[in-house]
């Protein structure tokens, strides 16, 4: 379907045509409309600078990508990015001086600073520098774009409200995974086929994964070329994504490696590093921050009401780097095809459950004491009723559909949401949901 290169022992296609992202396009024209400052972030091979620079070439926009370095060689980087569409005799040596020569352009304008957090980790006055600009000498009408893949930096430099760019954006626009649908459009394969979210499990919704994908390819082949081949490309993003956040050390990866592992609760986690709960409330908040890990609280409970807390790890790559790749990279070797078949199912099966919940606006999973339910949400057909369902990664017959919601029904019939919400659907949602 693709040109093929290989690099450092994995093979990946290119050229991926660009798909989706109407959303985020139509956030993109109207902010051109309106000028100011747009804040653009998403995490690391999310596609940002692809979407940005698809969209660029339909205006003659304006585009430089900051580079790690001194700030005066930051500073003559993106000069020469922008020199050819600009005006000017002039060449600046400071930001301030730059941002003048941007305001003293004949025409309207449209630029992207691409990893802004490079340039601010450098000049810690830029983000002053720039809030001055922008209240009095932005030219009426031009677009600032100011793009970065750090979440938890770019939160620090636009939502801190101590932050001298805080209030100054007009919009934030995060650039979020793709779905399973926009997966099956780009790398043509067909969605009812359990084998084809396989494969999305094991790449999730981020593009740059997505270029590994072939077809015809087993999700065993898939795994095997991103994960446990020589050198294979996944090797070591968690922590160049880890990298990218500012969440330095061996603590966070000990913490990924305890939930990818099955440490879900606080507690347990602490117990699988040996250290007091206590010590990890400000790594487990970085990671949450950093959109690392999400966390759970049973439905219809809230951080005041409940300490019934889980944590699991957001992104399908990651926790299958963590549940599957780092316990068994030394033995996968040894594995009969079936057993790595089993892995990776099992794995699907925890993205086929967000997938799920995904599908139900405030779905959550509920549990408590011996009871747990994978999906309880408002029923989308009936605002006052409850939709509870048990969530199974397989296509189940008739027979096994029965059994399963008998299973239900005895435990809904001892879970104390029972008395709070006496109207109640239960349903079973099984891998012919991806037909729908």
Known sequence: MFAKHQVLGY???????????????????????????????????????????????????L?????????????????????????????????????????????????????????????????????????????RGCLLIVAG?????????????????????????QVRPMDYSAFCDACDLRPADPDSFEKFACVGGIPKYWEFVEAEQDVVALAESLYFDYAPY?????????????VAGLNAVAVLEAVGRGAERPSEIASRLGTPQTNLSRLLQTLLDASILTRELPFGESLRSTKKVLYRIQDPTMRFWFRVYSPHQSLWRTYAAADKRTLIHDHAATVFEDLCRARFPGAQRYWEGNVELDLVAPD????????????KWRRLSVAERKNVLRQLESKWSRCSLRTRHPSVRLDVLDASVLNV
């Not at 999310?46 to 070439?57: A, C, I, P």
């Not at 996944?234 to 500012?246: F, K, N, S, T, W």
Request: proline fraction near 5%.
């Open 11 to 61: 093979t990946a296609t290119v050229n991926m045509e660009f798909v989706n992202r109407d959303a985020e396009l139509r956030e993109l024209d109207a902010a051109a409309k309106r000028g100011g400052l747009l804040v653009v972030f998403g995490r690391r091979r999310v596609g940002k600078t692809r979407l940005l620079r698809q969209w660029l070439e339909h205006r003659d926009g």
């Open 380 to 391: 989308p057909n009936d605002p006052q009723r409850l939709l509870v369902a048990e969530v």
């Open 149 to 173: 893949s750090s979440t938890r930096m770019m939160n620090h430099l636009f939502l801190h409200r101590a932050a001298p760019l805080y209030g100054r954006a007009r919009k934030l626009l």
């Open 234 to 246: 996944m090797e070591q993003e968690p922590r160049r994504i880890l990298r990218d956040e500012g």
């Open 63 to 139: 585009y430089s990508q900051a580079i790690e370095a001194q700030r005066d060689l930051q500073i003559q980087q993106v000069f020469a990015d922008l020199r050819p569409q600009l005006e000017t005799q002039l060449v600046p040596k400071t930001w301030l001086e730059l941002l003048e020569i941007l305001a003293l352009q004949k025409h309207r304008w449209v630029l992207c600073l691409d990893e802004f957090p490079y340039l601010t980790a450098v000049d810690a006055s830029l983000p002053s520098q720039l809030q001055k600009w922008l209240d009095h000498s932005l030219p």
